[in-house]
Nanobody, 118 residues
Framework: QVQLVESGGGLVQPGGSLRLSCAGS????????MRWYRQTPGSQRDLVAI???????NYADSVKGRFTISRDNAKNRMYLQMNKLEPEDTAVYLC????????????WGQGTQVTVSS
């Protein structure tokens, strides 16, 4: 089992940047595929980016070229560098860890608020 805590959210102007962090504890970080999701009130959680234990990445079309996901397994950390932020990026950003072997359990952090506004 892994515990996840996000940080780094805040208020930023359009065109600005933020770096989110997800700190993991309680388990070997490299045993998990890691994902960033985001959610706005009344909407489902949308996948933003995914990174495999080995570092392979994929992104939602809406953030390609602007966001970069990364991880440091030795530090039990995952990051989301967000550049050229747009008001549409405003959401609660959540960190997710999924086991790479059965039973493929999934764990969530509590989320961090990102608000893009002038």
């Amino acid at each position: 089992q892994v515990q996840l805590v996000e940080s780094g959210g805040g208020l930023v102007q359009p065109g600005g940047s933020l770096r989110l962090s997800c700190a993991g504890s309680g388990s070997i970080f490299s045993m998990y595929t890691m994902r960033w999701y985001r959610q706005t009130p009344g909407s489902q959680r949308d996948l933003v980016a995914i990174i495999s234990p080995g570092g392979a990445t994929n992104y939602a079309d809406s953030v390609k070229g602007r966001f970069t996901i990364s991880r440091d397994n030795a530090k039990n950390r995952m990051y989301l560098q967000m550049n050229k932020l747009e008001p549409e990026d405003t959401a609660v950003y959540l960190c997710n860890a999924q086991e790479i072997s059965p039973p493929y359990e999934s764990y969530w952090g509590q989320g961090t608020q990102v608000t893009v506004s002038s």
